[in-house]
C-alpha cells in the first residue's frame, strides 16, 4: 500500500490562505484519483482547509507547531517546519502498514497509476522520478523534465517503508541520517545507495510541479527553463491522470469526491 504524506504549511505563514487552500484540494483530488484503491493520503496541518472535496482514504493530522518564522534551529526554518510534518504524516501511516510512502508538496499533482504501480511491487526499495513535468499555473501548456526531475521537486520519491529509519518519538531531529528523506529531496536517492538499497527510476511521469501559483515558497522557481521542444499541450488525457483542473476556470474536469 502506498501512503501520500502532505505536509500543508499553516494560514499563519500563506500568502492568500484560499489560493493555499484551492492549490491543496487539487493535489488532495490528484492523491484520491488513482485508479487503485490501495493507498492512504495523511494530510499534516494546523488548520485544516475550508474545502468540498472528500474522500474515504484521507486522513487529516492537526498539529500545533509554531509558525517557522518563530522556531530556533540551525537548519532552515521553512525546512524544519516541513521536515516535522512529513515525519508526524509517516509516523501516523503507520496504522495502515503502507509498503511505500511518497512525500507530495501541497501545490503539486501526482499520477492516478502510482497506488496501482506500488502495489504490483511491493517488495521494490522504492523510486526516484527522473522525469516529469512542469507546469506554470493557467497555461495551456506543459513541460517535459526529461532528466533529473527529483533534484528539482520535492514531489519525486517513493521509499519503501522499511528503510525509513523512524525515531521512536514522532519529533524531528537533525542528528538523524533519515532526516534526508524528510527535507532534502534531491539526496533521497544517494541516501538509499549508502543504505544498501539502491531505487530505480519511476518508468513513467509520476507528478507535475506547478509553477507561478502566486503562493510558492520554493527559491528555484526563476532558475527554471522552459525549453519549446519540451512543451506539450495539455490534453484532456494529462487533465484526467494528473486531475490538473484549471484554478482560474469554473470548468473542472477533476475526480467528484467520493
Known sequence: ???FII?????KVSKDWQRTSDLFERCLRSTCNQSHDNFRTIVVCNEVPDI???HKNVEYVKVDFLPPEKVSNPIPRGLT???RRVLKGIMHAQQFSPTHVMTVDADDCVSSRLAGFVDQNPTANGWYLNTGWKYREGENYIYLKRRRFYTMSGTANIV???YLGL???PEYNRGYGYYKFYIDHQKVRSFMEEKGAPMKPLPFQGAVYILATGDNISGNEENLS????NRKKI???LRQEFCLDNLDSKKSLATPAL
Not at 505536509?7 to 494560514?11: R, T
Not at 522552459?226 to 521542444?229: P, Q, R, S, V
Open 81 to 83: 517546519d516541513k521536515g
Open 1 to 3: 500500500m502506498l501512503a
Open 167 to 169: 525515531p521512536e518519538t
Open 235 to 237: 490534453s484532456s488525457e
Open 160 to 162: 519503501h517503508n522499511d
Open 226 to 229: 522552459f525549453n519549446f521542444l
Open 52 to 54: 468540498t472535496f472528500q
Open 7 to 11: 505536509p500543508l504549511k499553516s494560514a
